[in-house]
């Protein structure tokens, strides 16, 4: 149960009740963490080397002070509010640093410069995990366009070929829970799991119960993903599962086909199944993926894009090949609200059969 003089507790009235779970869940989870911190320091202060003391000693007194003022500050009730505005710090931060005291506006000059080197740092990071773009995998050429709303995202896409040289080709882009830095942590966590999970040679529907349950147990409740995978194979057959995902669209030559939800989010039922659907893709057609920051782009008037303002681009675009189509259709996007600043991150990926004879 949460603890009642938490922060998070105190917040608790004003959220629905799965907020209010969820904040609940995360109050336990850095309380945790503190005391696992405020142990491992003591222990290290027990064993320093009696001919070790000074600065090392009073480093790590200093840095035990730090954690038991944050315990304190839980028991009271005023974690996880900034000494300066007296304003929520906020759970993202809270979680990279559970020893935070000030919000991200109140942070002293040099510490907004170093916040400012590790985002970019995670940003780079964040770019190296994508695959190359414009890419011929046998039968497929996938092009993808990823738009960060921020320094970093919480979008996920990848590219993995089979590792027993059958020929297919998995293709994924999923969609994690939160922004900022949490979000593209996780989003580095499902590209690690489904580059390790591919090895084992799972079918589409045991590969995404697995990786499931994998991270329903490696991450807190209130942390999910959305995620739609796909498996080609040579011959143009391609098996879909989506775990709560928006829809794959299969860009023909007359017609443009919605393929569903199939399962719930990554990461809330540990026994959640999946289910697949198997489609083929001519020569010359496309399958198009992408996330919530497309579908849900607002125009300047108001109205959301939709999946059907991208079923409609991918529609007019079908013939174009997977650059110059991506890129049409991202630029219907930006026209449609109006060249403004994106509210979400943006991931499209476009899959295209090569034509015969190309």
Not at 142 to 148: D, M, Q, S, V
Not at 158 to 184: E, F, H, M, R, W
Not at 209 to 220: L, P
Request: hydrophobic content about 40%.
């Amino acid at each position: 149960m949460p603890n009642p003089d938490s922060a998070a507790t105190k917040i608790a009235p004003r959220l629905d009740p799965v907020q209010a779970s969820a904040a609940g869940v995360v109050d336990l989870y850095l309380r945790k963490q503190l005391e696992t911190r405020r142990e491992q320091l003591k222990t290290a202060i027990a064993e320093l080397p009696t001919d070790r003391g000074g600065a090392d000693a009073t480093q790590l007194a200093g840095m035990l002070h730090e954690v038991d003022s944050a315990i304190q500050r839980m028991n009271a009730g005023t974690y996880g509010i900034c000494d300066f505005c007296h304003e929520d710090i906020g759970e993202e931060r809270l979680i990279a640093d559970p020893l935070a005291t000030l919000c991200l506006e109140h942070l002293s000059g040099e510490e907004q410069r170093a916040l400012e080197r590790d985002l970019e740092l995670a940003a780079r990071i964040q770019r190296g995990l994508l695959p190359r773009e414009n890419l011929r995998v046998g039968e497929w050429h996938i092009h993808f366009r990823y738009r960060p709303a921020g320094i970093v995202s919480g979008d996920y896409c990848d590219v993995i070929s089979a590792p027993n040289d059958d020929g297919s080709t998995l293709i994924l882009v999923g969609d994690v829970a939160g922004k900022g830095v949490a979000a593209a942590m996780l989003m580095s966590h499902l590209h690690a799991m489904f580059r390790s999970l591919t090895g084992m040679g799972l079918d589409l529907g045991r590969l995404m119960e697995m990786a499931n349950r994998v991270f329903c147990e490696s991450t807190f409740a209130g942390q999910y993903a959305t995620l739609v995978c796909a498996r080609a194979d040579s011959d143009g057959r391609v098996e879909i599962a989506n775990a709560g995902h928006l829809p794959a669209l299969l860009v023909s030559q007359d017609s443009v086909q919605k393929i569903g939800s199939t399962g719930l989010p990554l990461g809330m039922f540990s026994g959640s199944r999946y289910s697949v659907e198997a489609v083929h893709v001519e020569p010359g057609e496309s399958l198009l993926l992408f996330t919530d920051g497309i579908s849900e782009a607002t125009a300047a008037a108001g109205g959301e894009y939709g999946v059907d303002g991208v079923s409609s681009a991918a529609g007019r675009h079908r013939h174009l090949q997977p650059r110059e189509m991506a890129a049409a259709c991202i630029e219907d996007v930006v026209a449609f609200g109006g060249g403004t600043r994106a509210a979400d991150d943006q991931t499209l990926m476009v899959v295209q059969r090569a034509a015969r004879g190309a």
